[in-house]
């Protein structure tokens, strides 16, 4: 198993920003790709970003390159996404996912319980 708990959400104003943290522990997380994945009301879980075991590789939403930024310290099991230029249209819950297989579908193996971040017009 793989536990995944994020931190970081909160309230910014439009333009602002934030950085998302997502702890893992559990089985060498290291050895798993990472993404996040986020739910705005009323709407479908989305893909955000994906950023393999090695950070070697990083994948995007079309909508948000240039803006997100996916990162990993895989010495202190955390993945990050830096969100830049927040727009209210970006308020959502977002989550941590953790697959042994690089992927952009929902169908990740582990999930956090997510993070509320809510931007302000």
């Known amino acids: 198993q793989v536990q995944l708990v994020e931190s970081g959400g909160g309230l910014v104003q439009a333009g602002g920003s934030l950085r998302l943290s997502c702890a893992a522990s559990g089985r060498t997380v290291s050895n798993y790709h990472m993404a996040w994945f986020r739910r705005a009301p009323g709407k479908e879980r989305e893909f955000v970003a994906a950023i393999s075991w090695n950070a070697v590789t990083t994948s995007y939403a079309d909508s948000l390159k240039g803006r997100f930024t996916i990162s990993r310290d895989n010495a202190k099991n955390t993945v990050y996404l830096q969100m830049n230029s927040l727009k209210p249209e970006d308020t959502a819950v977002y989550y941590c996912?953790?697959?042994?297989?690089?992927?952009?579908?929902?169908?990740?193996?582990?999930w956090g319980q997510g993070t509320q971040v809510t931007v302000s017009s």
């Open positions: 996912a953790a697959d042994p297989r690089f992927i952009r579908s929902g169908d990740f193996a582990f």
